[in-house]
């Protein structure tokens, strides 16, 4: 932290608390001209209803100054005042550490069990699956949907439609090492604007949706240029993640307005790798608790 954010930070907090202290000592002392304590204002509403200057009770006035002290000795214990470490020496990061290493004495050697199954057989056992389940919805939800089914340009982990492949080694592999799905921009490659809009009427039509005879029977030549990737019949290709264009089941939309963002944009999805972050043994779980919402399909 720079020393301008050390000082700033300091004058701030112990500026407010002194801000705190003097305003209850303030607001709380009798005035000049005033009613003295316990007396009527002269402030009368409604003919009887009248107005005393009744001072705070005393505990809790005691209450207000009683909490400034917890709160300074807040500052004093915790890291609150900017580059000081606090006495108690407390990080978040120190925190995280000591609880994942109690999380791992605790659970380390069930994990460690659930490695040395095979992937079908471990996906069969209920109580493993609920772990690895809960390992799913902490570090996986964010983009694949708590129930695995996916968003727009994540895809789906519980249909029969694989980026990359559904056997275990290879769903092992994609959340090990990550995936990264590289389509680069094509609307030079395939004639311009109007070569766009006919190759995409093309894959449209590929899986039968809604798309311009016409155009696409022009579009089907220049998909030449896409076979390379997507295969000579649009089926894909699990080698490079290319996704099959027949099935009617999308990464991202299937409206021609997509499929002409993808040729003209390109398209870039990305699974960051879990080796690093979870370890071998909690992938091999999580890849059997995706294994087994494949199987149940
Ligand atoms: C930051 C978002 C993100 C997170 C977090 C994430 N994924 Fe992914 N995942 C993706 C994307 C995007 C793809 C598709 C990659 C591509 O387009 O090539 C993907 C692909 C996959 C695939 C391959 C699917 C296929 O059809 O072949 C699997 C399996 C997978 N993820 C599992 C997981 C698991 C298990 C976790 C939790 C440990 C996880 N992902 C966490 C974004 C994410
Ligand atoms: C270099 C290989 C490559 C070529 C050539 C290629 N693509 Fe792709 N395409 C991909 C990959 C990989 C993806 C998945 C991108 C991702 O994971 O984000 C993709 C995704 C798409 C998608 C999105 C599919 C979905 O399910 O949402 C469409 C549509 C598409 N490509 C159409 C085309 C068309 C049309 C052409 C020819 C003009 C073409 N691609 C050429 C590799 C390629």
Request: hydrophobic share 40%; net charge negative.
């Amino acid at each position: 932290m720079s020393n301008f954010l050390h000082w700033f930070i300091i004058i701030i907090s112990v500026g407010s608390f002194l801000g705190c202290v003097w305003l209850i000592w303030w607001s709380s002392r009798p005035r000049p001209g005033e009613a003295s304590s316990g007396e009527e204002t002269g402030h009368t509403w409604d003919g009887d209803l009248a107005e005393y200057n009744n001072p705070l009770p005393r505990w809790w006035l005691w209450m207000f100054y009683l909490s400034i002290v917890i709160g300074l000795g807040y500052m004093v214990f915790y890291p609150a005042l900017g580059n000081f470490a606090g006495t108690s020496k407390w990080t978040q990061v120190k925190q995280y550490e000591e609880e994942m290493q109690r999380a791992d004495e605790k659970y380390g050697a069930l994990f460690k069990q659930y490695a040395q199954q095979p992937i079908p057989q471990l996906a069969g056992d209920t109580a493993a699956m609920k772990t690895g389940q809960r390992l799913f919805i902490n570090h996986c939800s964010t983009c694949h949907g708590s129930d695995a089914g996916g968003a727009t340009g994540f895809p789906s982990l519980k249909d029969r439609d694989w980026l990359y492949g559904s056997s275990p080694e290879t769903i092992k592999a994609s959340i090990l090492n990550g995936r990264n799905g590289v389509m680069p921009p094509f609307a030079a490659a395939v004639g311009g604007e109007q070569g766009v809009d006919e190759v995409a009427n093309y894959v449209m039509s590929l899986s039968g949706a809604p798309h311009d005879a016409g155009k696409a029977l022009a579009g089907k030549a220049k998909f030449a240029v896409c076979a390379g990737c997507h295969g000579p019949e649009g089926k894909g290709n699990q080698a490079i993640g290319a996704p099959n264009l027949t099935d009617d089941i999308w990464l991202y939309r299937g409206s021609i307005g997509a499929v002409k963002k993808a040729i003209n944009e390109g398209r870039n999805g990305v699974m960051p790798a879990q080796l690093e972050y979870l370890g071998e043994q909690k992938v091999h779980l999580l890849a059997a608790y995706i294994y087994s919402l494949s199987q149940a399909q």
